[in-house]
Every structure is written in C-alpha cells, then in structure tokens.
T-cell receptor, first 117, second 111 residues
Framework: DTEVTQTPKHLVMGMTNKKSLKCEQHMGHRAMYWYKQKAKKPPELMFVYSYEKLSINESVPSRFSPECPNSSLLNLHLHALQPEDSALYLC????????????????FGAGTRLSVL | KQEVTQIPAALSVPEGENLVLNCSFTDSAIYNLQWFRQDPGKGLTSLLLIQSSQREQTSGRLNASLDKSSGRSTLYIAASQPGDSATYLCAVTGTASKLTFGTGTRLQVTL
C-alpha cells in the first residue's frame, strides 16, 4: 500500500474561518511534507516533519499552522487566510529524509483544492 | 539557491513517437533526482528516482538519465500513448533533504 490520503478533496472557506487539512499514511514513513501548488506552477515546499518533529519551515506565514500528532497523521490548520492562499495543497511522505536513495522517494496524496473567498 | 528548469514547457506529439524531456539544475550537490507525473488537478506520481551515483534508471517505456556534473537529466518515453498525456516534473533533492521541483513539461499525445 503506497497510499497517502488527504481530506477533504475540496474546501471553500472565508477569510475569517478556521479549517484544517488532514493527511494520513500507513506505510510506516517517518517523514511527512506539506506543499502548496498554484495553477500551472510546480509544488513549493512549506513544511517538513521528521519523526514527528518539525524540521523545515520554509518561512510560511503563521496563518498556516502544521501539526503532526503521530507518525501516521499530518494536519495543516488554517486561520485568517487570504484569497491568494487559494491553491492545491499536497501532502507527501517518505521513509526518511536524509537518504540519497530509495528511502527518500516521496509519495504524494491527491491534494486538497482550497478556495479562499 | 537551487533552480530547476525544464524544456520544453509544452510538447504535442502523435501517438507512437519517441520523445525526450529535458531537465537542468544549477547546483550539482544533489542526493538524487526524481521524475514525477501529474494529471490535471491531481497529486504527483513518482516515475523514476536516480541516485546521485547512478547514470540512468529504466521502468517499462521510460528511461531517465542523469549527468550530475553538467546538471542535466533527460526522460525518454518510448512509443508514446495518449495515456501518457500529463505534466512531467523533475525534482532534485539537495543536501538539506529538500525537494526542488522543475517548471514542468505539459505533454499531449494525440491519436
């Protein structure tokens, strides 16, 4: 099973709402990632968790708050977003982070398409 | 800062043709390079991973090569099919274990 499950698939929220994106994997991976992808652009890394600890934050605004409650689950809490935050949010996982080979392969979920009104 | 560029940005070929997608990166200090496929509005599917010590990898009709010293990789697709239509992204993993994606090539295979 190489599946990364993201919920919800679509989300529409107002600028004053609080919502959360959820990502789950049961492959025993210890690294999990959040990416943001705007239309016709490549994904951009937001956060990396390694062994449930935040290891990389790519200077993401505080209105995005990641959380890794356990090794299988990754959340992204959203609050006071702006319309320009509308994008496809992708979650990924890999066996490890610091590996030169196959343990670094990232498996991606289908994404959550977020619209901020 | 690592920059990854893909050429061409878009490509349309008739079914059955062999084709080559190009990827170049500015910093050769990479752990590995991956090629992904993305269908419209969907997530990414990893196609091939080449470790920094390898020169090429093959999977079915796909062959990827890596020339780390010159900062280049190619993805060769043999006997293209309409189902190959998608956006193809290359991505490099740097020493900070961060994945940097290329700009993508949108491929259309016509009947």
């Amino acid at each position: 099973d190489t599946e990364v499950t993201q919920t919800p698939k679509h989300l529409v929220m107002g600028m004053t709402n609080k919502k959360s994106l959820k990502c789950e994997q049961h492959m025993g991976h210890r690294a999990m990632y959040w990416y943001k992808q705007k239309a016709k652009k490549p994904p951009e890394l937001m956060f990396v968790y390694s062994y449930e600890k935040l290891s990389i934050n790519e200077s993401v605004p505080s209105r995005f708050s990641p959380e890794c409650p356990n090794s299988s689950l990754l959340n992204l809490h959203l609050h006071a977003l702006q319309p320009e935050d509308s994008a496809l949010y992708l979650c990924a996982s890999s066996l490890q982070t610091r590996d030169r080979g196959a343990k670094n392969i990232q498996y991606f979920g289908a994404g959550t398409r977020l619209s901020v009104l | 800062k690592q920059e990854v560029t893909q050429i061409p940005a878009a490509l349309s070929v008739p079914e059955g043709e062999n084709l080559v997608l190009n990827c170049s990166f500015t910093d050769s200090a990479i752990y590995n390079l991956q090629w992904f496929r993305q269908d419209p509005g969907k997530g990414l599917t990893s196609l091939l991973l080449i470790q920094s010590s390898q020169r090429e990898q093959t999977s079915g009709r796909l062959n990827a090569s890596l020339d780390k010293s010159s900062g280049r990789s190619t993805l060769y697709i043999a006997a293209s099919q309409p189902g190959d239509s998608a956006t193809y992204l290359c991505a490099v993993t740097g020493t900070a274990s961060k994945l940097t994606f290329g700009t993508g090539t949108r491929l259309q295979v016509t009947l």
